[in-house]
T-cell receptor
Framework: DAGVIQSPRHEVTEMGQEVTLRCKPI?????LFWYRQTMMRGLELLIY????????DSGMPEDRFSAKMPNASFSTLKIQPSEPRDSAVYFC????????????FGDGTRLSIL | SQELEQSPQSLIVQEGKNLTINCTSS?????LYWYKQKYGEGLIFLMM?????EEKSHEKITAKLDEKKQQSSLHITASQPSHAGIYLC?????????????FGQGTILTVHP
């Protein structure tokens, strides 16, 4: 079975540019999560969706970040404008339920903002 | 907010040795998840614990959740180089925070052949 698929795997762009990260969750999973991982702050939850609806976006660092889930098989995380401090590995994960079900992670997008 | 502390931060062992990684929470754990991560890759789910005193094993890895549900341990028996990586514990905060997991900072495991 296909796992969570993220694209691109690596992204290098200049400060001020718009960045769009993409995620395809595991089919049948109703929950989708976006995380950011850095050396300083570890793994942090940014936002999560249930049935395509954003449930909690309290982890989104600021208005430059936005996330959408137009359908059950696709989600995007957008940063506009990007800044060097946004450099991190961004992970998408999905699960069957909110509790008592493990989250399955994609391989991540390594983002570098110059 | 819930905080998870993992110890040790890093661990270097010789192949064949046993080892233990601990995960301690500042609050009661309603669900504790162990993951393994290799550099440049995503997190691989290992085990989930929900009940006080629960213990689960898979191959040479055993995870336990204490009775008070504030501490979990991950034990690897007869370690192998394939066990090397970063081990992270993640916790369900409980209450209305459905689906939100808080993660520890990770334990870097190196296994020398």
């Amino acid at each position: 079975d296909a796992g969570v698929i993220q694209s691109p795997r690596h992204e290098v762009t200049e400060m001020g540019q718009e960045v769009t990260l993409r995620c395809k969750p595991i089919s049948g999973h109703d929950y989708l999560f976006w995380y950011r991982q850095t050396m300083m702050r570890g793994l942090e939850l940014l936002i999560y969706f249930n049935n395509n609806v954003p449930i909690d976006d309290s982890g989104m660092p600021e208005d430059r970040f936005s996330a959408k889930m137009p359908n059950a098989s696709f989600s995007t995380l957008k940063i506009q404008p990007s800044e060097p401090r946004d450099s991190a590995v961004y992970f998408c994960a999905s699960s069957l339920g909110p509790r008592g079900q493990p989250q399955h992670f994609g391989d991540g997008t390594r983002l570098s903002i110059l | 907010s819930q905080e998870l502390e993992q110890s040790p931060q890093s661990l270097i062992v010789q192949e064949g040795k046993n080892l233990t990684i601990n995960c301690t929470s500042s609050k009661t754990l309603y669900g504790l998840y162990w993951y393994k991560q290799k550099y440049g890759e995503g997190l691989i789910f290992l085990m989930m614990l929900q009940k006080g005193g629960e213990e689960k094993s898979h191959e040479k890895i055993t995870a336990k959740l204490d009775e008070k549900k504030q501490q979990s341990s991950l034990h690897i028996t007869a370690s192998q180089p394939s066990h090397a990586g970063i081990y992270l514990c993640g916790a369900d905060a409980g209450g209305t925070s459905y689906g939100k997991l808080t993660f520890g900072q990770g334990t870097i495991l190196t296994v020398h052949p």
